[in-house]
């Protein structure tokens, strides 16, 4: 027999967060499909006389604009992490408390077993998803990182000579430019699945996971707001 | 050889070069170095009055492409003073004593130019089961290496060997190969390359000679006037690179018209070499002038990043057919499985729950108004 909840809108995500996580999203799709293409360019056309055509140049400018861009976006998130409100702050992404831990231990249940939940789950991101997305950041680091230090050799950027020290430290150009290339499915995995479990938890919670990222409110019972 | 202390010039003399060819060869020199054309002079007076310091030249494990291409540099001057005149002391290819005699004479070179003399190492030196794999005289090569090291007044690694370990440190290594840097604690000059470029190996060496020092080095210790720029940066044909026109295949239309080989595996974009700029043999060609991409030759591990012929290198783990994009691709479909099957059995397990919160929801929708 259902009980009847009420439920509270709490504005979770502020502005800087929503505009981080779309420009984000909008980044990573530039740079994944440049990316591609400059992993294994196709032919576009022969017509021309090399002289008149630019487009494989073209793609590699956008590639290295959107990295900028990438790394920015990162760099303001980072420090809201540290201004923004309390979902947005950086201890929500590293778990330390005996209760964070029982947290993920809840969503794992609630995700992969597949069971009701019982215990306590975090409005903004849950304990799981904030590890994660803790370990991402260090992936999107790690992309920031190999990325700059390939450029190094083709700019006179600042940010690619402070990363150029990768490239001896892996072994070469080579091997930068294969993990670079690798990390590309990392995102392609990632957007899958983060795409999938929002709308798998709007779905069966219905506590407006997928529209919170545009207006930033999310909904939650009121009798389970005061954790 | 060892023992006179004759200047370059006498030495040159003897051999029955001109002054002119003397002054030649300084501004050679001296434009080898990066100095303007006014120090030639400068040059001439060096190489009048210091006497040449002898030079050892070891070999490891390697297969002598490096002396093979050095006495092919395109300045015969050069090539026949550096051979010939300067006393190399010890060079089992090139010298003229052999057994016992040639170990002799290395020996005395040690004992009399120690801290002087310039140590040239083609080859890199095996290291496990105590070194077995590579014997010269009885010793180990690294015995060998140790103490011509110790009293060295530059050292210097020729060819991928012996600056980053080449074919022999390929996986698995089975010697236990490992270049020059690792082994010794003294700062090493490498002059990677399979072979390096003769004049490249050829304008070091004058260097050397000239100011007893070695030149500005990169990071990875390579000097930075031949390897701070990739091969990619001043190819020929790096304009069809940026219209994005490719050779497809070796035998196809665009071969013939000389696009870029990006596609075929060309590794100029990821080597720092000089090929594009000096070229190879008295400036005739290089390999892409040539039709052949780049192997990156002159790149740490460059056999460990094969098939040279495909962009992408093999997948660590995962076989000589994988790349990071075939084994991405099989985790994506292995992932797109994973979310349908995990969106239907949603639907069966959290029935009830979505059941219950629709039936709530409707109850509650007169109240939603008092909530907030
Ligand atoms: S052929 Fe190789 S080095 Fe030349 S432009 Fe193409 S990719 Fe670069
Ligand atoms: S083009 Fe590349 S592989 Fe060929 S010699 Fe030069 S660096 Fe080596």
Known sequence: MPSRHLYRRIYVWELPVRAFHWINALAITVLGVTGAMIGKPFSVTYAQEASFQYWYGTVRFIHFTAGYVFLFNMLVRTYWGFVGNRFAAWDKFIPTTKAAFQEIVQVLKIDILQVRGTGAIHIGHNRLAGLIYFITAFIFGFQALTGFALYASMSHSVFGKMAAWVIPLMGGEMAVRQWHHAMLWFYVLFTLVHVYLVFYHDYVEGRGTTSSMVGGWKFERDDLLDR | ?372
């Open chain 2, 1 to 372: 050889m060892s023992g006179e202390k004759h200047t370059l010039w006498a030495v040159m003399r003897e051999k029955g070069y001109s002054r002119r060819d003397f002054m030649q060869f300084c501004s050679f020199a001296a434009a080898a170095a990066g100095l303007g054309p006014n120090a030639s002079a400068a040059v001439a007076k060096a190489f009048e009055k210091k006497a040449r310091p002898p030079v050892v030249w070891l070999h490891f494990q390697e297969c002598t492409c490096c002396s093979e291409s050095f006495i092919r540099a395109s300045h015969p001057i050069v090539a026949d003073v550096l051979l010939d005149a300067i006393s190399l002391d010890y060079s089992e290819t090139l010298q003229a004593a052999s057994g016992h005699a040639a170990e002799k004479c290395k020996a005395d070179t040690l004992k009399a130019y120690d801290g002087k003399y310039i140590l040239l190492i083609e080859g890199s030196v095996p290291t496990k089961e105590n070194g077995v794999y590579c014997t010269i005289g009885g010793r180990t090569a690294e015995d060998i290496l140790q103490e011509a090291a110790k009293g060295a007044a530059a050292i210097v690694a020729w060819g991928n060997c012996a600056s980053y370990g080449c074919v022999q440190a390929a996986k698995p290594n089975p010697t236990g190969a490992t270049p020059i840097q690792k082994l010794v604690n003294k700062p090493v000059i490498n002059v990677p390359g399979c072979p390096p470029i003769a004049d490249v190996m050829v304008a070091l060496v004058t260097h050397l000679l000239m100011f007893g020092r070695a030149p500005e080095l990169d990071a990875q210790g390579r000097p930075k006037e031949f390897y701070s720029r990739r091969v990619h940066d001043t190819c020929y044909r790096r304009a069809y690179f940026d219209a994005g026109m490719f050779v497809e295949s070796f035998d196809d239309d665009h071969a013939r018209k000389g696009y870029c080989l990006y596609k075929m595996g060309c590794r100029g974009p990821v080597t720092y070499n000089a090929c594009s700029v000096t070229k190879w043999n008295e400036g005739t060609s290089y390999p892409i002038q040539s039709g052949h991409g780049c192997l990156g030759c002159s790149e740490n591990g460059f056999w460990d990043n094969g098939p040279f012929y495909r962009h992408l290198p093999s997948f660590p783990g995962f076989g000589i057919e994988s790349t990071a994009d075939s084994v991405g691709v099989a985790l994506g479909a292995v992932a797109a499985v994973g979310v349908a099957a995990h969106a239907v059995s949603t639907n069966i397990r959290k029935r009830k729950l979505i059941h219950e919160q629709v039936a709530e929801a409707v109850k509650d929708t007169p109240n939603s108004e008092k909530v907030d």
